[in-house]
Each structure stands twice: as structure tokens, then as C-alpha cells.
């Protein structure tokens, strides 16, 4: 058994482990915000928080999580808010946003759209750890992949952010 908690929920499921966090969340949770990339760990498009730390799920084995908060993209908000929340899916029409995802709407940083949950993620635990970035922190922090190649919008979404 795996036990942890997702979005401020208990989870325990009868699974390997050595399954990678990634396919518990999508598969046996359902939880598809978080996207598969490439599987090693070098796009972050599967980028979920592990204790407010922006973490690769896609090569965490469930094990290494063992009684461990996973916040997903579903459950950004909430967790933001202190809510926690049990989020299962994300409802616009019930959630508020984090102040990263209305600076996305707000720069229009997305274009395909399908690295952006994991994009997101990352910049939010960025931002936890460091409020005031400067552009050597966002290059060297948010490593993820656009294939879109929205960055200069991302980095201003960012910068938008940022307290002096």
C-alpha cells in the first residue's frame, strides 16, 4: 500500500512501489492536470509540489512520497489559500486562482498549453522560496520546457509577480 496525501486528502492505494508518483496520480486518481512529458525528468511537464517543493513525478517512485502532502495542479488554489481542501478536479466555475495562474491569463503565457500545469507548479514553489527572483534565479530555477516557446511571457508573468 501507498499512502499519502493529495490536495489535502488521504490517499492509500494498492499499488508497486516503485510506480512512478506520475501514473498514481493520472491513472488511479484520475488527477490528469499533471502531464506526461518525456519520463526522465527533463520537461516538467509532470511537476507537482512534495511539501511545497516542486518536484518531477514522473521518476518519484510512490515510495519515496510514503506519508508526504502532494499538492497536484488540481489542488493549487486550495493550498495557496490554506484551505486544503480536498480537491479531486479543478471546477472554474467553483475555484479561485492562484496570483501565478491569473498572471498566465493575464500575460497570455500559454500557447499549446500542455507543459503549463507543470510550468506552474514549478514557478509557484519558486516563488514560495524566493519572492523577488532575479532573471539568474527564474533561468536557473524554472528548467522546464516550452515547445511553444512562450518564455519571454513567462518570464514577465514572473517578473509581474515578484516583490521588491
Not at 70 to 82: P, V
Not at 96 to 116: E, K, M, N, S
Not at 117 to 123: E, K, L, P, R, T
Amino acid at each position: 500500500m501507498a499512502n499519502f496525501k493529495v490536495n489535502g486528502e488521504d490517499k492509500a492505494l494498492d499499488i508497486e512501489p516503485d510506480m512512478p508518483l506520475l501514473w498514481a496520480l493520472r491513472d488511479e486518481l484520475g488527477m490528469t492536470g499533471t502531464k506526461f512529458g518525456c519520463g526522465i525528468a527533463s520537461c516538467g511537464a509532470c511537476t507537482v509540489h512534495v511539501n511545497g517543493v516542486a518536484v518531477r513525478s514522473c521518476v518519484t517512485p510512490v515510495s519515496a512520497v510514503e506519508g508526504q502532502e502532494i499538492t497536484t495542479i488540481e489542488g493549487l488554489a486550495s493550498a495557496a489559500a490554506g484551505t486544503a481542501q480536498p480537491v479531486a478536479t479543478f471546477d472554474p466555475a467553483n475555484s479561485a486562482l492562484t496570483a501565478v495562474q491569473q498572471a498566465w491569463i493575464d500575460h497570455q503565457v500559454p500557447q499549446c498549453g500542455y507543459c503549463q500545469s507543470g510550468m506552474i507548479m514549478a514557478v509557484s514553489s519558486m516563488l514560495a522560496q524566493n519572492p523577488n527572483p532575479s532573471d539568474a534565479d527564474i533561468d536557473s530555477s524554472i528548467t522546464n520546457v516550452c515547445r511553444c516557446g512562450s518564455y519571454p511571457r513567462i518570464k514577465r508573468a514572473i517578473r509581474s509577480l515578484a516583490t521588491a
